[in-house]
């Protein structure tokens, strides 16, 4: 078994960390769960995620759930990836904020416009993201005429929005703007990206082949 277990699925927010791993270039182990057959929510992956959702990391027997922390970790135990500002450096500020700017107010955003739930005036001041003009206001300034959130490198917080970004506007949840259309872009062209894609999109294409 490896040291480095990644459970995901091929249709699912596991494709933010498949690219993460493909970034990070070490070998990892890949398990698939099925949504059909329920495998998530078996005691054994209970274990690991009691929430029953994917993706997840096992690392050295330490488990870490949640995609933006998963992000974050992996750029902190593999920092000959380059992927995260060195700890004690002050891009260490914006770095975080994004990322949990990703995992917090995106998140809700899209997950209230899928609910079709459009927060009132009064509402929005005590909901975490506001509204989604205001979320989408907010990532708009930060990457309008920028290619990197922070500093002038690629970091865990660029693949984590621009994940959010390309599944939001693909899915019609997250409108389209020609800001995040050249940053996004620019980001999923990266080898790492493209590669993460194509065993994605490959074991999506198998499982859709009829069975004997
Ligand atoms: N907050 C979690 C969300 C994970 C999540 O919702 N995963 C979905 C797939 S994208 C899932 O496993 N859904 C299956 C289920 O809930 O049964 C993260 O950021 O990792």
Redesign the pocket.
Known sequence: MSNLVFYT?P????R?IRWMLEEVGLPYEARI?H?ET?D??AADYRAINP??????IVHDGVVV??????CAYLADAFPQAGLAPPVHSPLRGPYYRWLFFG?GPI?QAVGAKVMNLEPTTDQSRSLGFGSMDDVLGAVEGAVKDRAYLVGDGFTAADLYLASHLSWGMNFGTIEKRPAFETYVERHLQRPAARRADEIDDALIAAEAQPTA
């Open positions: 699925n249709m699912s927010r596991g933010i769960l949504w329920a998530a929510k929430m029953g959702k994917v993706p997840a759930t949640e995609c933006a922390a998963i995992a998140e």
